[in-house]
């Protein structure tokens, strides 16, 4: 595709549910990233895919948020059991293999009632 | 680790210079130095890298001095179209290992005539 694709663009949840956040990378860059980005804030680093290496969870706030990575391809981060603190823009990110040039999704919206 | 800062805000005068600066003391050997530029409501966007001494594209300059533990982002003749918030990003990708990336907390470069 032209760029890096994110589903929904914005979702709503109650407090206690669980959410699924998509994203489709630029066609061929097999690292993908994302990060979180709270109201006036800055970006917050979550978790990285690199090919088939292990991902780097480290940025993973709590056991609660978790993503995988299909195929090589698109990524699903899901967050378990919402709350109102996880009420942010996510965004994804996608790169070459060896290039550190991000490009970045238009992000979703999550809002936790 | 390396844990960037910079100025939460700067103003400025269209047609003029602009330099924003990013410390990071703690910048790993591998670490590189990217910025981002961010519109309300849109994912950050690549504006240039580097590794040592200048980097120069077609709509920035980046100065990295040989210590590394600063670099400044200038941007020539600014208009009112670059006021948006810029990030300050250092992190490394290796292959078959991963860094925790790490955004600096922005700074809001507000342009007017």
């Known amino acids: 595709g032209a760029g890096v694709s994110q589903s929904p663009s914005n979702k709503v949840t109650e407090k206690g549910k669980d959410v699924e956040l998509r994203c489709d990378p630029i066609s061929g860059h097999t690292a993908l990233y994302w990060y979180r980005q709270s109201l006036g804030q800055g970006l917050e680093f979550l978790i990285y895919?690199?090919?088939?290496?292990?991902?780097?969870k480290s940025g993973l706030p709590s056991d609660r948020f978790s993503a995988e990575r299909t195929g090589g391809s698109v990524s699903t981060l899901t967050i378990q059991r919402t709350q109102q603190e996880d009420s942010a823009v996510y965004l994804c990110a996608s790169s070459l293999l060896g290039y550190n040039e991000q490009f970045f999704g238009p992000g979703t919206r999550l809002t936790v009632l | 680790l390396a844990k960037t800062t910079q100025p939460i805000s700067m103003d400025s005068y269209e047609g003029q210079e602009v330099n924003i600066t990013c410390s990071h003391n703690n910048i790993a050997t591998n670490d590189y130095i990217t910025w981002y530029q961010q519109f309300p409501s849109q994912g950050p966007r690549f504006i240039i890298q580097g590794y040592k001494t200048k980097v120069t594209n077609e709509v920035a300059s980046l100065f990295i001095p040989a210590d590394r533990k600063s670099s400044t982002l200038s941007l020539p003749r600014v208009s009112l179209s670059d006021t948006a918030v810029y990030y300050c990003l250092v992190g490394a990708i290796n292959t078959g290992t991963a860094s925790k990336l790490t955004f600096g907390t922005g700074t809001r470069l507000q342009v007017t005539l």
């Open positions: 895919f690199q090919g088939n290496s292990a991902p780097d």
